[in-house]
């Protein structure tokens, strides 16, 4: 454990402390009977974490930019607080660059990468003077037209795909031979058509690779930036200049989802890549990194209460309001993203008692909707309250409107010595009237009175 309080421990006792005082406060009840709770303490803690891990391997005055990577939690009180704590936003979409906006990200601060950039995008990122990462020769080609139509103070780099090979999730395995995302770099003619494209474009001063998110192993993270680094070494040796000033690499470090523990850590790393690609570190370079998963997951909890308890085949069965709605990926591909689940009684307070095989389950209309199947927990019963950790990325930020379920509300969090937890709203839960103006509300009588002229 170090001075950050890595093993978890005052998480744990903040997130039980929190799951009382919400039932305590009305925050969750009958009525309300799922929340996302974020832990404000244990984001800042990660984003000083982070912080200081690069600045311990940087030589003095390397300028370095965390772009925490919107699309982990997009929700503009959380990218506020991370502007607050010194980390910048990385966008991949015209929704995603509006949050960073909105939290006052300024543009100096934001990174657009996206495979699927539009003209429009494109125009609007460079008149801001947003750093964009090519990811094609065709994107290439567009902003080609845009640096020669108009100036802009927009540092400009391409992504390349090191095809260094996939971990353990094919879904955010983003460096395997044939990925949709980068020049893929190992392909016949391709290095040489990177080279040439920064020895024809001054104004090409970045190189960005992301080799990937969760399941993948720090030795293969470092791999990709080893590649990348060896690229834009290359680059300025046949340009004869330093043209590449900085090196985007990426986000993707694993989050521990089995324990309290933060493992591993970006420490950890850091060390690692200092020793795997030393020149990065001799401040040559500056550095952009784009950690979305590794710097809220663990601050984040749904909770979510037991509707009914019941029995089925001889398994006893939870049925709570946190499902596929809240924990997608979980619920459509259990193993590859299991999540810990915890029991609270009525009072939320931590459930203690013998522990019992049982499913918790969730509220949509498919059998599948399962948080965990066969977990041993003390058993939940009807009133109590069911907590699906390290879900601050990912989760419950990305809601799936299967069953028109309702976004919970999201609340951030803070021990407070008045009233044990003070709570902030982030975000507001969603009102049935929003769903149903979602859903068309506004255009009932659209398909009815659509027919063929004649044909009435
Ligand atoms: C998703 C993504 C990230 C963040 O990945 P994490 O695993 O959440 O750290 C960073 N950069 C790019 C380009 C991404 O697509």
């Not at 309300?32 to 690069?54: H, K, M, Q, W």
């Not at 795909?161 to 983003?174: E, F, K, L, R, W």
Request: glycine share 12%.
């Amino acid at each position: 454990m170090d001075e950050y309080g890595n093993s978890g421990e005052g998480r744990a006792t903040r997130r039980d402390e929190a799951v009382r005082a919400a039932v305590e406060q009305g925050l969750l009840g009958p009525d309300s009977p799922i929340v996302g709770l974020l832990d404000v303490t244990g984001i800042r803690e990660s984003a000083a974490e982070l912080r200081a891990a690069f600045a311990e391997v940087t030589a003095p005055g390397t300028p370095v930019l965390h772009a925490f990577a919107v699309k982990a939690t997009p929700l503009v009180p959380v990218l506020r607080l991370l502007r607050e704590e010194g980390i910048g936003a990385e966008v991949a979409s015209p929704g995603e660059l509006a949050l960073a906006r909105a939290a006052g990200l300024s543009p100096d601060r934001t990174v657009l990468d996206s495979p699927a950039k539009t003209p429009a995008e494109l125009r609007e990122a460079l008149a801001l003077g947003i750093a964009v990462n090519a990811d094609n020769p065709q994107e290439l080609d567009r902003i080609d037209g845009l640096v020669r139509s108009a100036v802009s103070r927009s540092p400009l780099g391409i992504r390349v795909n090191p095809q260094v090979g996939g971990g353990s999730i094919g879904a955010t395995s983003t460096a395997t031979a044939t990925s949709k995302f980068g020049v893929a770099l190992r392909d016949e003619g391709a290095r040489e058509w990177v080279v040439r494209a920064y020895l024809d474009r001054p104004w090409l001063s970045r190189l960005h690779a992301h080799t990937g998110s969760q399941g993948i192993p720090l030795s293969l993270m470092a791999q990709g930036v080893a590649e990348t680094y060896a690229l834009a070494e290359e680059i300025n040796r046949r340009i004869g200049r330093p043209q590449i000033d900085t090196i985007d690499i990426g986000g993707g470090l694993p989050v521990n989802f089995a324990s309290d523990a933060t493992a591993p850590t970006y420490a950890e790393y850091a060390r690692a890549l200092r020793e795997a690609v030393p020149g990065l570190f001799d401040g040559r370079y500056g550095l952009v990194t784009e950690f979305g998963r590794s710097l809220l997951a663990k601050h984040g909890t749904i909770v979510a209460r037991v509707e009914y308890a019941k029995s089925a085949g001889g398994r006893s069965v939870a049925v709570t309001h946190a499902g596929v709605q809240v924990a997608t990926r979980t619920v459509y591909v259990p193993g590859s993203w299991p999540l810990r689940i915890t029991a609270y009684d009525g009072k939320g307070r931590p459930k203690s008692g013998p522990e019992v095989v049982q499913d918790v389950a969730g509220p949509a209309c498919f059998a599948g909707d399962l948080l965990a199947e066969g977990r041993a927990l003390p058993l939940l019963d009807q009133g109590d309250y069911a907590a699906a950790l390290d879900t601050g990325a990912y989760y419950f930020a990305h809601h799936y409107a299967y069953n028109s379920l309702a976004r919970p509300g999201v609340y951030g969090f803070v021990p407070d010595r008045a009233t044990g937890v003070r709570f902030a709203t982030v975000r507001d839960p969603q009102t049935l009237a929003s769903i149903v103006a979602e859903s068309g509300g506004a255009h009932a009588g659209a398909l009815t009175t659509l027919h063929t002229p004649g044909s009435r």
